[in-house]
């Protein structure tokens, strides 16, 4: 995973308990059940000048940017549900299933 991937599953948890689709408490049940998957966090992370490239050419938020160099580099295939990511990946040949 890119290493902004932390802060995007917690902010994923923080938003749908702000809008009332999640307890804390199952927030919470949700992160621990989390902790114990093997996740792998890429490090270091990729350049800022590879990324900002990659956003400008596929239409991208950085963020999105760091899923799709780090699956480039890997040339592993993403799954993306995100359109704009799913079809830069789709473009690139690394639509996962």
């Known amino acids: ?3 902004v991937w932390p802060y995007e599953f917690a902010n994923a948890l923080a938003v749908l308990e702000r809008r009332k689709l999640l307890t804390a408490a199952l927030a919470d049940e949700i992160v621990r059940h989390a902790a114990k998957l093997i996740v792998r966090i890429d490090a270091p992370p990729a350049p800022a000048a590879t990324l900002l ?13 760091a899923y799709l160099e780090l699956a480039q580099r890997l040339g ?8 704009p990511l799913s079809a830069a990946a789709s473009r ?5 299933a």
């Open 76 to 83: 592993i295939p993403l799954a993306a549900k995100d359109s």
């Open 53 to 65: 490239a990659l956003a400008r050419r596929h239409g991208l938020s950085a963020y999105d940017a």
């Open 92 to 96: 690139l040949g690394l639509l996962g």
């Open 1 to 3: 995973m890119p290493a």
